[in-house]
């Protein structure tokens, strides 16, 4: 693809079935937004080139699904994701009392420096709100974590969350908190700055002093 | 009066008359007037009474005859007399009365001769008066005549002043005819009139009008190119008849339409690249659209060139129904008609150069906008509003529009490689990330679960395998007939709105753009929004967070039907429907679509091979079929060489988190099941839409279709075997069995009743395998069919461990053989128990191997020459053992290493 950028972000959207992550998600990458959406299966996928401080980043976005079903499913993506979207449903009380659980998988599992936005979605059903925007404060006060609320029917901060999350990181490598270089970052350089494509590695074949024949 | 009298009595006796007398009187006097002789009555003239009494005397004149005579004459006299007198008296009244008219009479004609002799008089003076104004009033009139004739001259020029407000003004109100009309007519005036002085000063002014008001109705003309307003345009062509530049109007039109194509072109244009660039040149402009606009630009654009095109379209409906008058004969008239021939071939060849003209904007813009990096539905867009386009130049012109069309072909292919790259891109970043988790799904999920194959639903769930392709071929066929009735509505004068309009409502579905049949079949689709709502995912949800039971319910061998696919497969198989679909709106690229979907299998099938073969540590002649090898030989190749197509791609990389070394797990057995029973799934859906790709692609190049099915598709199974050999070969450590068969004493003269300690050592590794399989069972539903394949490659291992063990006894006796045979019989029987095969796979080959011991000579030749499956390793040792002629051994040898050589 004729596209060029400097840095490239694994990013994980993760939160309790149905608060909208997918959606968040089609919103974000600039699909139209569906009353009726299924439930992801698995993992989708998607990417954008966002220009974050002058540097243009692509984002590697892993939407996970959010049925427990899949939990054994997605929780193989979280592995070197460089931020994350902790999203609960803000007319949801449920998805909001998960958060603890999906904040320590993502703690153990994706790389310890992962960065991660709280996102209280469906800012738009205000009427139904079960959430209140002050506790989910004090949530990601206490567990270090941004926090916007969106809504990915209106697109309110949809975008916001994204950048906001990316910025993060970016600030994090130029303070040098954060290593690009360090395996399982989540970070890659882009096709830029340093073509690091390898070659295909041919599978290490040791035909076998071994024995055994078969 | 006497006269009177006379005449009365000559009517009649007196007598009668005279009644009123005294009747004595009157008798005596009527007697006596009766006797007076008639003849007394004659008139005095002609008779003479006093003659007549003297002739008539008395004979003898006696004096008494005489005397009675007198007496009697006298008496006689006396009553004529009196009866005279009396009737004098008696008409005196009237007499008077008469006389009275009469008088009356003359005084009335002398008053009119008063009245004529007045008359006269006036008449007199009323002549005189007359005769003298007459000459006056000729005076009067002849002045007036004059005055009138200046004042019109004096009006003209005043008119000739304002010719250029009057025109102006009529210009305004679109009356063109009546301004061409008084300019002419001012002209014509002011030629009749040059003798004034100010008139030459007019006539010059008149005629930069006249280039004034031309320009202007040139003007009006260009404006038509935009919008044909037939009213408008009737009274220009009018105007310009006036003008005799009705032909010269026309080119001139042209020539309108001609740069009106281009400037709506750069107006759509101009929209999108903001006021920045000033540069008008079409190609870069376009270059200067930013990509992210360039589908609604692309909308503009067609849009505006349709309004130009439908514009046109009017002007020569306007002329086809204008134009039908008579062939005229006088010279003239020919003429006329032949400049009429003109114009109609001139609006003819106008229909294709504007179409020509539209179609070479659009490419140039569709050229340099990047097309192929637009996102699917974007690009679908684009697609149906050139196909759009399409239409309405097949409706402009009868034009199919080749430039177009072939434009559309190849920006597909390219797009649709691009996209594919891109596509590839995506499935080698999920294969990385991949971790061959099995995905809960139903056990009756296949491909018409995902949203992606909605549309094909009906083509590709037929039991009978039979597509009806036809039915929809027709069915587009009359659409798209439809079509150009609908686009010829847009052509009608009082529409303002375009066929484009279409595209800006947010609720057009594809196959709205393309004038597909809705694909929902009645019939079916109840159950369907249901089954997409459950997500095909299994109810049970024994998968959930932080569980850690296992299922005992499930053992492995009950489970019968199970479905294996990685979150890639179905990403793989959602990225399959959407090139179907692209299939679904651009046919005529079907094969490269189906073609390119073929390679993402191929991608995945390699990945997977290249992933968990990695670590295979047997050497694998007979782990891979001709077909495997011939298969992942291709698609190195195509991947490292790049089909002519592809450009290079690479392959996966190993990702770091696949544990495909732990014993615990197996060595990652559930990754690896879960790896190429995804595959396998992945190329049975493949198969499921063979026949819809058939009705898609050219008969001729089903054979391509084919080829893959038999080529790649039906090899896909021959895949377990190295995948699942890294594993098996790993269930019982070789060196040590090895070691442990190397102690058995096979030269033994007795045949032992006891099997071999190393056939329990390695039963035992066998069972913590198959402990361990039973473990897996958790992360990985287990049919029979997978548990089969497994144990199928185990006992494959442990068969060809055994030879290999039995080969490294350099002495052996019938003895050895027997216990051989032992050790393998019970190792089987074991096997046969742990796994659930019956009979156990691939025994034959330690049991042939052992068994060809006590072949004869001619029979261990044979054997040697027939069994190539058996390493010269094996054949030596064989040999060794079983000959005990020297010179035999050595031939026999010496034939197994020739046989190698070629090898
Ligand atoms: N009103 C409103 N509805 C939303 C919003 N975001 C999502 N939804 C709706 O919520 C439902 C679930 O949205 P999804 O995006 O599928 O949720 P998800 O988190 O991806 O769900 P899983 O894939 O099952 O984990 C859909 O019907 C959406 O239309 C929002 O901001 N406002
Ligand atoms: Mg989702």
Same mark, same amino acid.
């Given at each position: 693809?004729?596209?060029?950028?400097?840095?490239?972000?694994?990013?994980?959207?993760?939160?309790?079935?149905?608060?909208?992550?997918?959606?968040?998600?089609?919103?974000?990458?600039?699909?139209?937004?569906?009353?009726?959406?299924?439930?992801?299966?698995?993992?989708?996928?998607?990417?954008?080139?966002?220009?974050?401080?002058? #540097?243009?980043?692509?984002?590697?976005?892993?939407?996970?699904?959010?049925?427990?079903?899949?939990?054994?499913?997605?929780?193989?993506?979280?592995?070197?994701?460089?931020?994350?979207?902790?999203?609960?449903?803000?007319?949801?009380?449920?998805?909001?009392?998960?958060?603890?659980?999906?904040?320590?998988?993502?703690?153990?599992?994706?790389?310890?420096?992962?960065?991660?936005?709280?996102?209280?979605?469906?800012?738009?059903?205000?009427?139904?709100?079960?959430?209140?925007?002050?506790?989910?404060?004090?949530?990601?006060?206490?567990?270090?974590?941004?926090?916007?609320?969106?809504?990915?029917?209106?697109?309110?901060?949809?975008?916001?969350?994204?950048?906001?999350?990316? #910025?993060?990181?970016?600030?994090?490598?130029?303070?040098?908190?954060?290593?690009?270089?360090?395996?399982?970052?989540?970070?890659?350089?882009?096709?830029?700055?340093?073509?690091?494509?390898?070659?295909?590695?041919?599978?290490?074949?040791?035909?076998?002093?071994?024995?055994?024949?078969? | 009066?006497?006269?009177?009298?006379?005449?009365?009595?000559?009517?009649?006796?007196?007598?009668?008359?005279? *009644?009123?007398?005294?009747?004595?009187?009157?008798?005596?006097?009527?007697?006596?007037?009766?006797?007076?002789?008639?003849?007394?009555?004659?008139?005095?003239?002609?008779?003479?009474?006093?003659?007549?009494?003297?002739?008539?005397?008395?004979?003898?004149?006696?004096?008494?005859?005489?005397?009675?005579?007198?007496?009697?004459?006298?008496?006689?006299?006396?009553?004529?007399?009196?009866?005279?007198?009396?009737?004098?008296?008696?008409?005196?009244?009237?007499?008077?009365?008469?006389?009275?008219?009469?008088?009356?009479?003359?005084?009335?004609?002398?008053?009119?001769?008063?009245?004529? *002799?007045?008359?006269?008089?006036?008449?007199?003076?009323?002549?005189?008066?007359?005769?003298?104004?007459?000459?006056?009033?000729?005076?009067?009139? *002849?002045?007036?005549?004059?005055?009138?004739?200046?004042?019109?001259?004096?009006?003209?020029?005043?008119?000739?002043?304002?010719?250029?407000?009057?025109?102006?003004?009529?210009?305004?109100?679109?009356?063109?005819?009546?301004?061409?009309?008084?300019?002419?007519?001012?002209?014509?005036?002011?030629?009749?009139?040059?003798?004034?002085?100010?008139?030459?000063?007019?006539?010059?002014?008149?005629?930069?009008?006249?280039?004034?008001?031309?320009?202007?109705?040139?003007?009006?003309?260009?404006?038509?190119?935009?919008?044909?307003?037939?009213?408008?345009?009737?009274?220009?062509?009018?105007?310009?008849?006036? %003008?005799?530049?009705?032909?010269?109007?026309?080119?001139?039109?042209?020539?309108?339409?001609?740069?009106?194509?281009?400037?709506?072109?750069?107006?759509?244009?101009?929209?999108?690249?903001?006021?920045?660039?000033?540069?008008?040149?079409?190609?870069?402009?376009?270059?200067?659209?930013?990509?992210?606009?360039?589908?609604?630009?692309?909308?503009?654009?067609?849009?505006?060139?349709?309004?130009?095109?439908?514009?046109?379209?009017?002007?020569?409906?306007?002329?086809?129904?204008?134009?039908?008058?008579?062939?005229?004969?006088?010279?003239?008239?020919?003429?006329?008609?032949?400049?009429?021939?003109?114009?109609?071939?001139? %609006?003819?060849?106008?229909?294709?150069?504007?179409?020509?003209?539209?179609?070479?904007?659009?490419?140039?813009?569709?050229?340099?906008?990047?097309?192929?990096?637009?996102?699917?539905?974007?690009?679908?867009?684009?697609?149906?509003?050139?196909?759009?386009?399409?239409?309405?130049?097949?409706?402009?012109?009868?034009?199919?529009?080749?430039?177009?069309?072939?434009?559309?072909?190849?920006?597909?292919?390219?797009?649709?490689?691009?996209?594919?790259?891109?596509?590839?891109?995506?499935?080698?970043?999920?294969?990385?990330?991949?971790?061959?988790?099995?995905?809960?799904?139903?056990?009756?999920?296949?491909?018409?679960?995902?949203?992606?194959?909605?549309?094909?639903?009906?083509?590709?769930?037929?039991?009978?395998?039979?597509?009806?392709?036809?039915?929809?071929?027709?069915?587009?066929?009359?659409?798209?007939?439809?079509?150009?009735?609908?686009?010829?509505?847009?052509?009608?004068?009082?529409?303002?709105?375009?066929?484009?309009?279409?595209?800006?409502?947010?609720?057009?579905?594809?196959?709205?753009?393309?004038?597909?049949?809705?694909?929902?079949?009645?019939?079916?689709?109840?159950?369907?929004?249901?089954?997409?709502?459950?997500?095909?995912?299994?109810?049970?949800?024994?998968?959930?967070?932080?569980?850690?039971?296992?299922?005992?319910?499930?053992?492995?061998?009950?489970?019968?039907?199970?479905?294996?696919?990685?979150?890639?497969?179905?990403?793989?198989?959602?990225?399959?429907?959407?090139?179907?679909?692209?299939? *679904?709106?651009?046919?005529?690229?079907?094969?490269?679509?189906?073609?390119?979907?073929?390679?993402?299998?191929?991608?995945?099938?390699?990945?997977?091979?290249?992933?968990?073969?990695?670590?295979?540590?047997?050497?694998?002649?007979?782990?891979?079929?001709?077909?495997?090898?011939? %298969?992942?030989?291709?698609?190195?190749?195509?991947?490292?060489?790049?089909?002519?197509?592809?450009?290079?791609?690479?392959?996966?990389?190993?990702?770091?988190?696949?544990?495909?070394?732990?014993?615990?797990?197996?060595?990652?057995?559930?990754?690896?099941?879960?790896?190429?029973?995804?595959?396998?799934?992945?190329?049975?859906?493949?198969?499921?839409?063979?026949?819809?790709?058939?009705?898609?692609?050219?008969?001729?190049?089903?054979?391509?279709?084919?080829?893959?099915?038999?080529?790649?598709?039906?090899?896909?199974?021959?895949?377990?075997?190295?995948?699942?050999?890294?594993?098996?070969?790993?269930?019982?450590?070789?060196?040590?069995? %090895?070691?442990?068969?190397?102690?058995?004493?096979?030269?033994?003269?007795?045949?032992?009743?006891?099997?071999?300690?190393?056939?329990?050592?390695?039963?035992?590794?066998?069972?913590?395998?198959?402990?361990?399989?039973?473990?897996?069972?958790?992360?990985?539903?287990?049919?029979?069919?997978?548990?089969?394949?497994?144990?199928?490659?185990?006992?494959?291992?442990?068969?060809?461990?055994?030879?290999?063990?039995?080969?490294?006894?350099?002495?052996?006796?019938?003895?050895?053989?027997?216990?051989?045979?032992?050790?393998?019989?019970?190792?089987?029987?074991?096997?046969?128990?742990?796994?659930?095969?019956?009979?156990?796979?691939?025994?034959?080959?330690?049991?042939?191997?052992?068994?060809?011991?006590?072949?004869?000579?001619?029979?261990?030749?044979?054997?040697?020459?027939?069994?190539?499956?058996?390493?010269?390793?094996?054949?030596?040792?064989?040999?060794?053992?079983?000959?005990?002629?020297?010179?035999?051994?050595?031939?026999?040898?010496?034939?197994?290493?020739?046989?190698?050589?070629?090898?």
């Amino acid at each position: 693809m004729s596209e060029s950028y400097e840095y490239l972000f694994k990013f994980l959207v993760i939160g309790s079935a149905g608060t909208g992550k997918s959606s968040l998600l089609n919103n974000f990458i600039g699909n139209k937004f569906k009353e009726d959406r299924c439930h992801t299966i698995g993992v989708e996928f998607g990417s954008k080139i966002v220009n974050i401080g002058g #540097k243009s980043t692509k984002l590697q976005i892993w939407d996970t699904a959010g049925q427990e079903r899949f939990r054994s499913v997605t929780r193989s993506y979280y592995r070197g994701a460089a931020g994350a979207l902790l999203v609960y449903d803000i007319t949801s009380r449920d998805s909001f009392n998960a958060l603890a659980n999906w904040l320590r998988d993502a703690r153990t599992l994706a790389s310890p420096n992962i960065v991660i936005l709280l996102v209280g979605n469906k800012k738009d059903l205000e009427d139904s709100r079960e959430v209140t925007f002050t506790e989910a404060s004090q949530f990601a006060l206490e567990n270090e974590l941004m926090f916007l609320e969106t809504s990915a029917k209106t697109g309110e901060n949809v975008e916001e969350a994204f950048l906001k999350c990316s #910025k993060t990181i970016l600030a994090k490598i130029e303070t040098g908190e954060l290593d690009p270089e360090r395996i399982g970052s989540g970070i890659q350089y882009g096709t830029n700055t340093t073509k690091r494509l390898t070659a295909p590695k041919r599978p290490a074949r040791t035909p076998s002093e071994c024995a055994c024949r078969v | 009066m006497l006269s009177n009298d006379v005449v009365e009595n000559r009517r009649g006796p007196p007598g009668v008359n005279s *009644r009123s007398l005294s009747s004595a009187h009157s008798a005596a006097d009527l007697e006596i007037l009766r006797e007076i002789e008639n003849v007394y009555f004659s008139s005095p003239v002609d008779f003479d009474a006093a003659r007549y009494v003297l002739e008539h005397a008395p004979a003898p004149p006696t004096c008494e005859s005489i005397e009675h005579m007198f007496t009697k004459l006298k008496r006689q006299q006396q009553v004529v007399s009196g009866k005279a007198l009396h009737l004098i008296s008696q008409q005196r009244d009237n007499c008077d009365k008469e006389f009275a008219e009469i008088q009356n009479i003359r005084t009335q004609l002398s008053l009119t001769l008063q009245t004529c *002799r007045k008359a006269r008089e006036h008449l007199r003076t009323a002549s005189n008066h007359l005769t003298m104004s007459t000459f006056v009033i000729l005076a009067n009139f *002849r002045k007036r005549q004059i005055i009138r004739s200046v004042l019109k001259c004096l009006e003209l020029i005043r008119s000739l002043r304002s010719v250029e407000s009057d025109v102006t003004e009529l210009l305004n109100k679109k009356d063109f005819y009546s301004a061409i009309e008084l300019i002419l007519k001012s002209r014509k005036a002011a030629a009749a009139h040059k003798e004034y002085a100010c008139i030459t000063d007019l006539s010059n002014r008149l005629q930069d009008t006249l280039v004034l008001t031309e320009e202007k109705l040139d003007s009006v003309l260009s404006s038509l190119c935009f919008k044909f307003d037939k009213d408008v345009f009737t009274k220009l062509r009018k105007a310009y008849g006036l %003008l005799g530049k009705t032909q010269a109007a026309m080119e001139q039109l042209h020539m309108h339409y001609s740069s009106a194509v281009n400037e709506s072109s750069v107006a759509a244009l101009k929209k999108y690249t903001g006021e920045a660039s000033i540069d008008t040149k079409f190609q870069n402009l376009c270059a200067s659209v930013p990509s992210g606009k360039a589908p609604a630009c692309v909308l503009d654009l067609c849009e505006n060139l349709f309004y130009i095109m439908r514009s046109y379209y009017l002007l020569v409906d306007w002329h086809s129904k204008h134009d039908e008058e008579p062939a005229c004969t006088n010279v003239f008239d020919i003429q006329k008609n032949v400049s009429r021939e003109y114009i109609r071939q001139k %609006l003819k060849a106008g229909l294709l150069r504007i179409w020509h003209d539209v179609q070479g904007k659009v490419s140039i813009f569709l050229k340099s906008s990047g097309l192929e990096d637009y996102p699917f539905e974007k690009f679908v867009q684009i697609l149906g509003v050139l196909r759009k386009l399409t239409q309405i130049g097949e409706v402009f012109c009868g034009d199919k529009s080749d430039v177009l069309e072939d434009f559309i072909k190849t920006q597909s292919v390219v797009y649709i490689q691009n996209y594919h790259r891109g596509r590839l891109e995506e499935l080698k970043l999920f294969l990385e990330n991949e971790a061959w988790e099995q995905c809960p799904v139903k056990s009756t999920f296949n491909l018409l679960n995902l949203q992606e194959f909605k549309q094909f639903k009906k083509y590709l769930n037929r039991s009978d395998g039979v597509v009806t392709k036809n039915q929809s071929e027709n069915a587009s066929s009359v659409t798209s007939q439809d079509d150009s009735v609908y686009v010829t509505k847009y052509f009608k004068y009082d529409t303002s709105s375009s066929p484009f309009d279409m595209f800006r409502n947010e609720n057009t579905t594809n196959d709205d753009i393309f004038g597909l049949e809705p694909d929902m079949p009645s019939d079916d689709s109840e159950d369907e929004p249901d089954e997409l709502k459950r997500d095909f995912v299994e109810e049970n949800d024994r998968h959930g967070y932080a569980t850690t039971g296992n299922n005992e319910a499930l053992s492995p061998s009950k489970v019968r039907h199970s479905v294996i696919v990685a979150n890639t497969t179905l990403s793989v198989l959602r990225n399959c429907g959407q090139y179907l679909q692209i299939c *679904r709106y651009l046919p005529q690229t079907a094969l490269e679509v189906v073609v390119l979907m073929n390679q993402l299998y191929d991608y995945y099938f390699y990945t997977v091979h290249t992933f968990f073969t990695s670590d295979l540590d047997v050497s694998s002649t007979t782990l891979y079929t001709t077909k495997l090898t011939a %298969l992942l030989k291709r698609i190195t190749n195509s991947l490292e060489n790049g089909g002519s197509e592809n450009r290079h791609f690479a392959g996966p990389e190993q990702p770091h988190h696949l544990d495909l070394s732990s014993e615990s797990n197996l060595h990652g057995l559930s990754e690896r099941i879960v790896a190429v029973e995804s595959v396998i799934f992945l190329a049975k859906q493949y198969e499921m839409l063979q026949p819809y790709l058939e009705t898609m692609v050219a008969p001729h190049q089903r054979l391509i279709l084919e080829h893959f099915r038999d080529n790649t598709l039906a090899v896909v199974a021959d895949l377990r075997t190295p995948v699942y050999m890294c594993s098996a070969s790993k269930s019982v450590d070789a060196r040590t069995a %090895l070691v442990a068969m190397s102690q058995v004493k096979w030269d033994v003269k007795n045949v032992a009743v006891e099997h071999s300690p190393y056939v329990d050592m390695v039963v035992r590794k066998l069972q913590v395998y198959a402990l361990r399989i039973e473990n897996i069972s958790n992360r990985v539903t287990l049919n029979r069919e997978v548990l089969n394949s497994i144990w199928t490659v185990v006992s494959k291992y442990v068969i060809h461990l055994l030879v290999e063990g039995f080969s490294n006894a350099t002495k052996c006796s019938n003895g050895g053989r027997g216990l051989m045979q032992l050790d393998y019989t019970q190792l089987l029987l074991k096997l046969e128990k742990i796994s659930g095969l019956k009979p156990v796979p691939h025994q034959d080959y330690v049991d042939r191997y052992v068994k060809a011991y006590y072949l004869p000579r001619k029979g261990l030749e044979e054997f040697v020459v027939e069994h190539p499956e058996y390493s010269t390793k094996h054949l030596v040792a064989l040999v060794s053992c079983a000959c005990e002629n020297k010179k035999d051994r050595q031939a026999l040898i010496s034939l197994i290493e020739e046989k190698e050589i070629p090898n």
